[in-house]
């Protein structure tokens, strides 16, 4: 005979339920994938366009090392351990990200080396191979500046405003003017995002309308140089990307006086500028879909600078405006996460983050439909890099780590709170059914009462 000492003869009693037992995959999405779920929706579509683009956008490579797969495995392994950037960064407390001040401090040594152990790359020293791995100090440079600004702008406290400024533009100077010599673009981003941190932060605009002053008068003086400097002296040696840019400069406004066959006319200096055009207006407004483009072919930097192009060949002007507004949304999600944030160094970190990801998309969008002069900024988490793709996903899992430990404990302290108040309302519902499940005889040793004479 069986013996099941939970099983009851009463039919009136309740019946014990059998409690659930592990997790299931939406627990471990929501335990493994925490902070702003708009972020993280943000990121994984640009993960998914990066990889479309990148197998279709990478044709030249695959040309020249003779193999389909290498350059498309080689992207989505980055993609791969920048996701691990991200949940490792995004749980660590966003006050730890102060120490940035130190990484910055060896980025500086770095930059300084990289002309002289650096390895050239279209004729720009940007990287160091190390071990076989290589990285660019730049990039790691702009991190660790941004987050040194934004720690420094969080402890003004109304005595300290003029020193903290000093220090703020002194690091400025010196890491956008080392990066400068060799990357203008990347100098002039990071400057201004740093720039525009500190109008947010309530810097004394007197003192921020003198650097915008200075800074004025160091463009109009470069562009001065540009124009008188002889054309054999940047042609090779130090001053060789002085010369880029004089070519850069010259070819942008050039179109205003020629004539027309001159302007349609592909040359050597307008080469990549006319076949960005030409894929823009190949791909119309549907496009002609993933892997059918044919400019990829002709464009020497079609996975990178100028992937925006290709993706308005492949996906239409409708998906061109569709990667526009990811990172639209980006900023103004960040803005909002920012504005909930009560402590100001992940307040600043967070616009920080979102400032310099936006403002580079944008520019690498401008220079593909030839709004701005070629630049060589890549389109964040889409186009094709090592460092890059790894320090993109480090500013989201900054942005995500504020959003967690800056708003995010306070949103979890109040489900807890409801959800402890759901369970003792339960337990008592649960405990009336009970009580009224019970025989009438049964209950009068559990119910006490005494009897008033009035």
């Given at each position: ?197 500190m109008f947010i932060g309530n810097v004394k605009l007197i003192r921020l309308l003198k650097v915008a002053g200075a800074g004025i008068a160091l463009v109009l003086l470069f ?134 990801l936006s403002i580079q998309a944008f520019i690498n969008m401008a220079v593909a439909v030839n709004l701005i002069p070629v630049t060589g900024q890549p389109l964040p988490l ?73």
């Amino acid at each position: 005979m069986l013996n099941n000492s939970n099983h009851s003869t009463d039919p009136s009693s309740p019946v014990d339920t059998v409690p659930e037992t592990g997790f299931t995959l939406g627990d471990l999405v929501k335990k493994v994938f925490k902070g702003d779920k708009v972020i993280w929706t943000v990121f994984i579509i640009l993960c998914v366009i990066s990889l479309v683009e990148i197998f279709s956008a990478t044709s030249t490579i695959v040309y020249r090392q003779q193999n389909m797969w290498g350059p498309i495995l080689r992207h989505a392994m980055f993609l791969i351990g920048g996701v691990g950037v991200i949940l490792l960064i995004h749980n660590i407390p966003y006050r730890y990200f102060s120490l940035l001040i130190f990484v910055l401090l060896g980025a500086i040594v770095l930059l300084v080396l990289t002309p002289f152990i650096g390895t050239s790359v279209n004729g720009a020293d940007r990287w160091i191979s190390f071990l076989g791995f290589t990285i660019q100090p730049s990039e790691i440079a702009k991190i660790s500046l941004m987050g040194t600004v934004a720690f420094l702008l969080s402890k003004q406290n109304g005595t300290n405003d003029g020193l903290l400024f000093k220090w703020m533009i002194g690091l400025m100077v010196v890491v956008c003017g080392i990066i400068a010599m060799d990357n203008l673009s990347t100098a002039v981003l990071l400057f201004g995002v740093c720039y525009l941190l500190m109008f947010i932060g309530n810097v004394k605009l007197i003192r921020l309308l003198k650097v915008a002053g200075a800074g004025i008068a160091l463009v109009l003086l470069f562009v001065l140089l540009l124009n008188i400097i002889p054309e054999n002296w940047t042609s090779s040696g130090p001053l060789s990307r002085l010369g880029t840019w004089q070519n850069r400069i010259t070819n942008f406004g050039a179109h205003k006086e020629l004539s027309e066959e001159e302007y349609f006319t592909i040359t050597d200096e307008n080469y990549q500028v006319a076949h960005a055009k030409i894929a823009i207006a190949n791909g119309g407004i549907l496009g002609v879909f993933p892997g059918n483009s044919t400019e990829r072919d002709f464009l020497p930097q079609a996975y990178s600078d100028f992937i925006y192009a290709i993706i308005i060949e492949e996906m239409g002007m409708l998906g061109g405006l569709f990667v526009l507004l990811l990172y639209v949304i980006l900023l103004i999600r960040s803005g909002m996460i920012a504005r909930k944030t009560e402590k100001m160094f992940p307040k600043f970190l967070v616009l920080g983050s979102a400032l310099m990801l936006s403002i580079q998309a944008f520019i690498n969008m401008a220079v593909a439909v030839n709004l701005i002069p070629v630049t060589g900024q890549p389109l964040p988490l889409v186009s094709r890099g090592g460092t890059s793709t790894l320090i993109t996903c480090a500013y989201f899992g900054l942005i995500l780590s504020a959003d967690r430990f800056g708003i995010g404990k306070k949103r979890e302290e109040n489900e807890t709170a409801g959800r402890n108040e759901d369970d003792h309302t339960r337990q008592c519902e649960e405990s009336a059914d009970s009580l009224l499940k019970e025989p009438i005889e049964n209950l009068e040793d559990k119910v006490e009462f005494e009897i008033y004479h009035v």
